[in-house]
């Protein structure tokens, strides 16, 4: 079984430019999350899907980021425009019972 | 309010032994689970073990086993016979089902020497 897909891997961007990424979670998995790991912490959830809908975007800061499951499957964040504390690996993760999470290998973002 | 709160910031331990890592939480919910993660250096969170808050035994799984204290809130992580492999980020996490939302602790970086 294939795992959770993240691209890319890398990114480098200057700020004040904007920025997207890309998930694909395992198959038939409904519920899709979004986390912020800032180096040297825990992950922080920005927004939970349930099939294309949002959950919790609670803590996804709204004036720059935004996030969109279209088709209930893959799921695209955008950072417009990036500050430099965006900097941090940025974490998909899927679930089939919305319980157990399986994270993809996650994009490691610096904004200079 | 939901917290999840892991003490200790580093770890040592000697090839082939155990070592447990602490993990206490809080929630006023009755229903809730709790989850180790493994973060390699490559970045990956990888699930380990997981216990809800009604299961009467310990999980175990492989060479991890959660020991699960409710009255005192700490479901400390126990790696038996440790190898080189398992240096690594470990992070403890909590979901509480009446507010369908995941709390991580900060991490715990367990070193593994020969």
């Known amino acids: 079984e294939a795992g959770v897909a993240q691209s890319p891997r890398y990114k480098i961007i200057e700020k004040r430019q904007s920025v997207a990424f890309w998930c694909n979670p395992i198959?038939?998995?409904?519920?899709l999350y979004w986390y912020q790991q800032i180096l040297g912490q825990g992950p922080k959830l920005l927004i939970q899907?349930?099939?294309?809908?949002?959950?919790?975007d609670s803590q996804l800061p709204k004036d720059r980021f935004s996030a969109e499951r279209l088709k209930g499957v893959d799921s695209t964040l955008k950072i417009q425009p990036a500050k430099l504390e965006d900097s941090a690996v940025y974490l998909c993760?899927?679930?089939?019972?919305?319980?157990?999470?399986?994270f993809g290998p996650g994009t490691r973002l610096l904004v200079l | 309010a939901q917290k999840i709160t892991q003490t200790q910031p580093g770890m040592f331990v000697q090839e082939k032994e155990a070592v447990t890592l602490d993990c206490t939480y809080d929630?006023?919910?009755?229903?809730?689970?709790l989850f180790w993660y493994k973060q390699p250096s490559s970045g990956e969170m990888i699930f380990l073990i997981y216990?809800?808050?009604?299961?009467?035994q310990n999980a175990t799984e492989g060479r991890y086993s959660l020991n699960f204290q409710k009255a005192r809130k700490s479901a400390n992580l126990v790696i038996s016979a440790s190898q080189l492999g398992d240096s690594a980020m470990y992070f403890c996490?909590?979901?509480?089902?009446?507010?369908?939302?995941?709390?991580f602790g900060s991490g715990t970086k367990l070193n593994v020497k020969p």
């Open positions: 993760a899927s679930s089939f019972d919305g319980e157990t999470q399986y």
């Open positions: 198959s038939g998995h409904a519920t």
């Open positions: 899907f349930q099939n294309n809908g949002v959950v919790d």
């Open positions: 929630t006023s919910d009755p229903s809730y689970g």
């Open positions: 216990q809800g808050s009604y299961d009467q």
């Open positions: 996490a909590m979901r509480v089902h009446n507010f369908n939302k995941f709390y």
